[in-house]
């Protein structure tokens, strides 16, 4: 880490008009809320949280896939809404999470990972090739693969043709959407192994999101916990894992099935209901399913707290709590 | 309960013979948790699909024993086995949207099960429905029962999976892969309700999963698959404190988990991918992956041993050397 900010969201938030009718007005779907996040070169920042707490979106607007509808992103220190589409793509690159439907099935391997070179005009095509060869290399595919399809390859070795597309712009920044989600176990650590050492050997800024916190804690420097739109806690991966503060964070920590054989399911679980987006509860949003809410959590939003790198949005930290008593 | 001996499937594929399950013994008892865990194409799911008689119509299953409660089903028919289906055995599918119906409402699916193994009237199909959705953590039982599947979230529709299995009380529950799909909070309260529900209506239970924490929590007997095969059977805290196939130990070697594994350290990865299943099967099916592999290994068929009390393993070796002795005996298998 150089101290260099590569990445930036000031504020950003994202809302979509959703369709409720033909004669009731669209109503609005908040799916990011005011998210502030600096990342450093060289850093891995994981995003955490459930299906539909607003992480895809988050992700998709990092790449400037989607514009956000507040606030600004900055690539490198400059607006994303600035920059040319082009250069957009050679700075973040993108690997998603299935490897089966994001190769095209009709290009060979060849094909599918100099596909950004052509798009870019970079390279007559003795020297495409010679670069599709050094990523194939680079990402453990051996060269006997450049003429197959994507369906003659396990899902390992797709996410490896994934990955060596993102690479193949030299971007600074991937951002890969549940890297391993798809893929077995004994796959999943040769692709974090894979991603480890390309970090290091390529000086990249990783941002991972995933729902898998074994794998953000092995992986990430720090991590961003999202609740329906909003970042709830953040701060170093150690710190957060060691000392989680949000009752959030720390179900989410609890539900972490470890192969412990000694230890049962954790007692500890969260209602059954994930909110509604469309409809967000009143005050902090996690109260109807935190199991330490007040009176506090249903009325008043709780401040965000920041110290140092970490941040926490909790009333059980913002002294509303005291306030009350007092 | 259920008691199974040499479980073969084969499928014909253009380039021969894919031997998708080879000689399987398996038993679960009441009560019972067995976990079957593998990765994908390592027959976990055939081998469930076999015990339910579910198999796809290409392939062919043989058994030297498949009792469920003492009656046979290796003689039964697919009539007596579809009688049994559903109401001594029942199955929950991975992916709850794909296996609900769409366009019938959760309670029209639930009470077919019921009326269809003639348990009784449709008032009382109805009031067990309704019963069992509140069972299983679904308030609002009598709405529910109305909506359709796309109504509900993943968590519910698998909440719904589980209570429709329970419809006839069956004795035999195989969960493939129940949560899988789900988010990790939800994931933890799903498996608290099989496992309360299965104490409760004392049922055994086969878990097939490929999440070891899941297996961790939830197993009495852990069954390794690996090609088709057992590779490593026994209770599960032994596997997991001193796992004797190689196989076994990388799958436990290569997950991080949070507290014990070194952050940013290189995760123990399996080396390869599993072979191709298709053809005659020589030697140890893992041997092209395995560290320790010797070239005994690629002679004959390796045996599973009886390795102790309840413990078996598919391997040669009789404790795993702490450090490699060879490095992959086939090393030049790809990656």
């Known amino acids: 880490m150089s101290g260099e900010t590569i990445l930036e969201c000031r504020g950003v938030g994202r809302v979509f008009a959703v369709r409720s009718g033909m004669f009731t007005a669209n109503r609005r779907l908040r799916a990011v809320d005011d998210v502030d996040l600096a990342l450093e070169r060289g850093e891995v920042l994981a995003i955490v949280g459930e299906s539909g707490c607003g992480k895809t979106t988050l992700a998709r607007m990092m790449l400037g896939l989607l514009p956000p509808t507040s606030g600004t992103i900055l690539v490198m220190g400059r607006p994303i809404v600035e920059i040319d589409r082009a250069e957009i793509a050679r700075a973040v690159q993108p690997v998603f999470q299935d490897p089966y439907s994001s190769l095209n099935p009709r290009k060979t391997l060849a094909s599918i990972i100099a596909l950004p070179l052509d798009v870019h005009g970079i390279g007559t095509g003795a020297e495409r090739r010679r670069r599709v060869e050094e990523l194939m290399e680079l990402v453990g595919l051996p060269s006997r693969l450049l003429y197959v399809y994507p369906s003659q390859l396990s899902g390992g070795q797709r996410q490896r043709v994934a990955i060596a597309r993102a690479l193949a712009m030299k971007p600074r920044i991937v951002i890969c959407d549940e890297p391993t989600s798809a893929l077995d176990v004994s796959v999943q650590a040769q692709i974090l192994n894979l991603l480890q050492d390309l970090r290091r050997e390529l000086d990249l800024t990783l941002v991972i999101v995933s729902h898998n916190l074994a794998v953000v804690e092995h992986m990430a420097d720090r991590v961003a916990v999202m609740y329906l739109g909003r970042i709830i806690e953040a701060g170093a991966t150690a710190s957060v894992f060691a000392r989680p503060r949000h009752p959030y964070t720390q179900t989410l920590l609890e539900a972490v099935l470890t192969p412990d054989t000694s230890r049962g399911l954790p007692e500890f679980v969260l209602g059954p209901g994930f909110p509604n987006p469309l409809d967000p509860p009143p005050g902090c949003t996690f109260h109807p399913r935190c199991p330490r809410a007040m009176p506090a959590c249903s009325s008043a939003r709780p401040a965000t707290l920041r110290e140092g790198g970490s941040l926490v949005e909790c009333h059980l930290y913002d002294g509303a709590a005291a306030m009350k008593a007092g | ?335």
């Open chain 2, 1 to 335: 309960m259920l008691q199974v001996e040499g479980l073969t499937v084969e499928i014909d594929v253009p380039a021969g013979i894919l031997h998708a399950v080879s000689d399987v013994d398996l038993h679960v008892d009441q009560g019972e948790t067995l976990c079957i865990v593998g990765e994908s194409g390592c027959g976990k799911t055939m081998t469930a699909l076999a015990l339910m008689g579910l198999l796809p119509r290409r392939a062919r299953m043989r058994a030297e024993r498949l009792e469920l409660e003492g009656r046979d089903l290796v003689a039964a028919g697919r009539q007596q086995l579809a009688a049994l289906r559903g109401d001594r055995i029942a199955m929950i599918f991975q992916d709850p949207m794909t296996s609900l119906n769409p366009v019938y409402t959760i309670g029209n699916q639930m009470e077919e099960i019921y009326l269809r193994h003639g348990k009784g009237s449709r008032k009382e199909a109805r009031e067990r429905a309704e019963y069992l959705l509140a069972k299983v953590g679904i308030a609002a039982p009598r709405s529910r029962r109305e909506q359709y599947p796309h109504q509900l979230s993943g968590g519910l529709r698998q909440r719904v999976m589980i209570a429709m299995t329970l419809m006839c009380e069956p004795i035999v529950i195989i969960a493939d892969e129940p949560t899988t799909a789900l988010d990790v909070t939800i994931q933890a309260q799903v498996l608290h309700l099989l496992s309360d529900l299965q104490k409760e209506y004392r049922m055994a239970l086969v878990l097939i999963t490929h999440d070891l924490g899941v297996v961790a929590r939830m197993a009495d007997r852990v069954m390794v698959m690996y090609a088709g095969q057992v590779v490593e059977t026994g209770a599960v805290e032994d596997v997991f404190a001193a796992p004797m196939h190689p196989y076994t130990k990388g799958l436990l070697d290569c997950i991080p988990v949070p507290g014990k594994t070194q952050p940013g350290a290189k995760l123990g990865a399996i080396p390869g991918m599993v072979p191709s299943l298709v053809g005659a099967l020589e030697g140890c099916q893992f041997r092209g992956r395995c560290a320790y592999a010797l070239p005994a290994c690629a002679a004959s068929p390796v045996p599973l041993r009886e390795r102790g009390p309840g413990r078996a393993s598919r391997c040669l070796l009789d404790s795993i050397p702490n450090a490699p002795a060879t490095g992959p005996f086939f090393a030049g298998v790809a990656r």
